[in-house]
């Protein structure tokens, strides 16, 4: 693991079935597809040889259509799933070497986890289901009841503490699911589909909440989504996956500008690159553009968009230089633009 990672899995594989150990020895051994797995030892692969690092305070995202590995994928984190191969290691802690009892210590103490369904006690307050977490670590009634209503101020629901699960919203719900995960202070967070069940106008104020809880908490998180729009919009990183294999891993920009796969460019192909694409990745170096550049030149930093070099350049003639640590490092020129948008329309 790398001096900042957090989480660190290598070469995972999940395969369900009674034969599985004989699958995998097949796979290795053949190079067999899923479909051919299926047919000859009736067991179905569901994470094929995963392999990557989330650094802390990163917002992983995991995304693919249904059935691509990822809900699987997040189960192995905290072991709800036993990988049939692989490691998986969490803050310096090799996960599959804890015992029983060791491994729900660390559950409780180092991992939150939030799910599509709300999974609210219904007997309970608001504020009591918050509590929960803390409760199960035999923390003080007193204690634990005004940390969670510390969370739950963060998450501006402190009014509804008194509240039972039915009296609230499915959004707010969520954002009670959310601070219950929270309420334990965890190093890791896992998001499985925490929004996808709510209306869009809905899913994105809670998008707008996460990213501000998550600049504030700066909690290291595995988010898992099959919108790929969410996943641009919230990921620091995002791993695509597709049959159980993650097919390319990279910053949005990264793989809107480069996917590394045909089923990835089909997936990015919707995408609008005026958000996702930056200074940086389409500037010329400063040595290689022909000719001086004016003095005046407006001058933007590397990670600027793509909308708003596009509107510097409608305001005025010529290059806008591209800044690094306050150094000139490079040129964008319109032509630089108008090929990055023509790309992109093609893509799409």
């Not at 369900?16 to 053949?30: D, T, V, Y």
């Not at 504020?127 to 929960?132: G, H, I, Q, T, Y």
């Not at 003080?140 to 509240?163: C, F, H, T, Y």
Request: proline letters at 4%; glycine letters at 8%.
């Amino acid at each position: 693991m790398s001096d900042d990672g957090v989480i660190a899995i290598s070469n995972i594989w999940k395969i369900f079935g009674a034969r599985a150990q004989e699958a995998l020895a097949a796979i290795r051994a053949r190079g067999l597809s899923k479909a051919e797995v299926l047919a000859e030892f009736d067991a179905v692969v569901g994470v094929a040889d995963v392999s990557f690092e989330v650094a802390r305070g990163e917002i992983f995202c995991v995304m693919g259509l249904s059935g691509s590995g990822k809900s699987t994928l997040v189960r192995h984190f905290n072991r709800l799933l036993e990988p049939t191969a692989g490691t998986i290691e969490i803050e310096g802690t090799d996960v599959m070497a804890l015992g029983p009892k060791a491994l729900q210590d660390f559950r409780n103490r180092k991992i939150g986890m939030v799910f599509q369904n709300f999974a609210l006690m219904p007997h309970r307050s608001v504020l009591e289901n918050v509590a929960m977490p803390l409760e199960i670590r035999k923390v003080s009634k007193n204690e634990r009841m005004r940390q969670a209503a510390a969370i739950l101020d963060i998450v501006e629901l402190g009014p509804w503490a008194s509240k039972f699960a039915h009296e609230l919203s499915g959004g707010m719900q969520q954002r009670v699911g959310l601070a219950r995960a929270l309420a334990a202070n965890p190093d890791v967070l896992l998001m499985d589909e925490p929004f996808s069940a709510l209306d869009p106008l809905i899913r994105r104020q809670l998008q707008d909440e996460f990213i501000r809880l998550s600049r504030i908490l700066k909690k290291t998180t595995v988010f898992i989504t099959h919108d790929l729009d969410e996943a641009v919009r919230i990921g620091d990183r995002i791993a695509i996956m597709r049959d159980g294999r993650v097919v390319q891993i990279g910053t949005a920009e990264d793989i809107v500008m480069h996917p590394a796969t045909d089923y990835v460019a089909d997936f990015v192909a919707g995408i609008s690159r005026l958000k996702v694409v930056h200074a940086h990745a389409v500037m010329q170096p400063l040595s290689a553009h022909p000719g001086p550049v004016p003095a005046d030149a407006p001058r933007v930093d590397a990670n600027e968009t793509l909308s708003t070099l596009i509107n510097l350049a409608i305001a005025r003639d010529g290059a806008i230089l591209v800044q690094d640590g306050g150094a000139d490092v490079g040129v964008v020129t319109r032509a630089d633009l108008l090929r990055t948008v023509v790309e992109g329309t093609e893509l799409s």
